[in-house]
C-alpha cells in the first residue's frame, strides 16, 4: 500500500509540474508579460519617493513556510517596519505553524496556483520595498516567468536579500568533518540529490548576480559565488520558549537526539555510543526524535537533560537553537571558522565529533552542575544571536543602510 501510494504521489508531481504548470503559465503568459513590466515601473517610482521621503521600506518574506521566517516578520514588525510573507512552498518538516487562515487554505496547493501566484506577484511589485528570498522556490518558481523575477525586481529597483534555508544551497564542494563532501553524504539517504545540483548552482549564480544583499553561513559559504555577511538565519520568539533547565537530582540522564536526515547527523555514531555507554553501566536514556510533529518534539526536548544535534555538518541548526532557548546543554560539531561569525566567540555548544563524542557525554553526564552552567550560557547565546530582539536590530540597521544608499541612487538619477 505504501508502495502504490508513493507511485500516486510520483504520477501527481509528475502531471503537475509537465502538464498542468506549463498550460496554465503559458494561459496567462500573454496578460502578465505586460502586466509585469508596467507594475514593476509603478513600483520603482513608488519605492524610491518613499525612499527620498524618508519613509521606512516595506517588507516581504517569500515563498517558503519555515519557522523562522514568521519569526524574522516579527522580529521586522517589532522594529516598526510593515512586513508580511507570502507562502506557497510548504514541506513536512516546515508546517504552517503561523500563516493566516488564507495561506493554510492556498498554500498546500501553490504551485498549483498559477493565477493568484500572478497577481500577488505583481500587486508585490508596486507595495513592497525590500523582498526577503531565499535562493531557490521564490514568488515566480516553477512558472514560465521564473527567469524574469530578478529582471523584474531590478526595473522595480527593489531591494533583495537572500540567504539560504539549506538545501536550496546544497552543491559539491561543500566540506563537513572529516573534509568529506556534504553532498556525498547526503546523497546516502537521498540518492537523487545530485540531479539538483545544475538547478541550485543556477539559482545561486542567479542570486549573485541580481541581490542586493547575501547572507551565509558556512558550510554553505563554501561554495557560495557571493557572500555579503556571515550569519545565521535562524529566529525564535523566546516567549514561546521557557526555560527548563537540565534536573539536577534524577538517577538517569536523558539524551535527546533529533535524527532527520540520519548520515549527515551521525545518528547511528550516536546511538552506538549511548548503547555501549550503557553497556558500561552509566545512567543514560536515549531519546531518538524523529518525524515528530513540532510541539512533541518540543516536548521531548524539553524533558531531557542534554540534547545532541549532529557530529557531522560544522554548524548548529534549528534543534541547537531551540534546545539552548528551553536551558539545555548542546552538543554538535562545529567548524574552526563557525567561530569567526560576529557573537560566535561565546558559543557555548559543545563542540564534538565521532571521534571524541563519548568523552564529551561522560563529561556532562557525571556534572550535573557543569550541564546547568552551559544550559544557562546557552539560553543567553540564543537572547543574544536568535531572539526576534536581536534580528529587529540586526534587520533595522541593514535595511537602513541598503534604503538610505537607495535614497541617494535615486537622488543621482534626477
Request: positive net charge.
Amino acid at each position: 500500500m505504501k508502495l502504490l501510494l508513493k507511485k500516486i504521489r510520483s504520477l501527481g508531481a509528475w502531471v503537475r509540474d509537465v502538464v498542468w504548470l506549463p498550460i496554465m503559465s503559458i494561459i496567462w503568459l500573454p496578460i502578465f508579460s505586460i502586466g509585469f513590466p508596467i507594475a514593476a515601473t509603478i513600483g520603482r517610482i513608488i519605492s524610491r519617493r518613499r525612499a527620498r521621503r524618508g519613509t521606512r521600506p516595506r517588507i516581504i518574506w517569500a515563498a517558503y513556510a519555515l519557522p523562522q521566517t514568521g519569526y524574522m516578520m516579527r522580529a521586522d514588525q517589532a522594529a516598526g517596519y510593515h512586513s508580511r510573507m507570502v507562502i506557497w512552498y510548504t514541506s513536512y518538516y516546515n508546517r504552517l505553524w503561523e500563516v493566516s487562515a488564507f495561506w493554510r487554505s492556498f498554500a498546500p496547493l501553490g504551485r498549483m496556483l498559477i493565477l493568484p501566484r500572478y497577481i500577488l506577484f505583481l500587486k508585490s511589485l508596486i507595495v513592497d520595498d525590500i523582498f526577503q528570498y531565499h535562493f531557490s522556490q521564490r514568488q515566480l518558481s516553477d512558472t514560465l516567468l521564473a527567469g524574469a523575477e530578478f529582471y523584474l525586481l531590478k526595473l522595480a529597483g527593489k531591494i533583495v536579500i537572500c540567504h539560504p534555508y539549506g538545501g536550496d544551497a546544497f552543491v559539491q564542494g561543500m566540506k563537513v568533518y572529516g573534509g568529506k563532501d556534504l553532498l556525498e553524504i547526503l546523497s546516502i539517504d537521498y540518492p537523487n540529490i545530485y540531479r539538483r545540483e545544475t538547478s541550485v548552482k543556477r539559482h545561486l549564480a542567479a542570486a549573485a548576480k541580481h541581490a542586493t544583499w547575501i547572507i551565509g553561513v558556512p558550510p554553505h559559504a563554501d561554495i557560495m559565488p557571493r557572500c555579503d555577511e556571515l550569519r545565521h538565519c535562524i529566529a525564535l520568539d523566546l516567549k514561546e520558549w521557557s526555560i527548563e533547565p537540565p534536573r539536577s537530582n534524577s538517577n538517569v540522564v536523558r539524551i535527546a537526539h533529533s535524527s532527520n536526515h540520519r548520515n549527515i547527523k551521525g545518528t547511528d555514531i550516536i546511538i552506538g555510543v549511548c548503547e555501549e555507554l550503557i553497556s558500561e553501566g552509566f545512567p543514560i536514556r536515549l531519546d531518538i526524535i524523529e518525524h515528530a510533529p513540532r510541539e512533541e518534539a518540543k516536548r521531548r526536548y524539553a524533558e531531557s537533560d542534554i540534547v545532541i544535534e549532529q557530529l557531522i555538518i560544522g554548524v548548529i541548526g534549528m534543534t541547537a537553537v531551540e534546545a539552548m532557548a528551553m536551558g539545555k546543554p548542546v552538543i554538535s560539531f562545529l567548524r574552526e571558522d563557525v567561530y569567526s561569525m560576529e557573537g560566535w566567540s561565546e558559543c557555548p555548544v559543545v563542540n564534538a565529533n565521532p571521534g571524541n563524542i563519548k568523552a564529551l557525554i561522560i563529561e556532562l553526564v557525571e556534572s550535573a552542575e557543569k550541564r546547568k552552567q552551559l544550559g544557562a550560557r546557552g539560553r543567553l547565546f540564543v537572547e543574544t544571536m536568535y531572539s526576534i530582539e536581536a534580528w529587529s536590530v540586526h534587520n533595522k540597521q541593514l535595511y537602513e543602510r541598503l534604503w538610505n544608499e537607495k535614497a541617494l541612487e535615486g537622488e543621482s538619477c534626477d
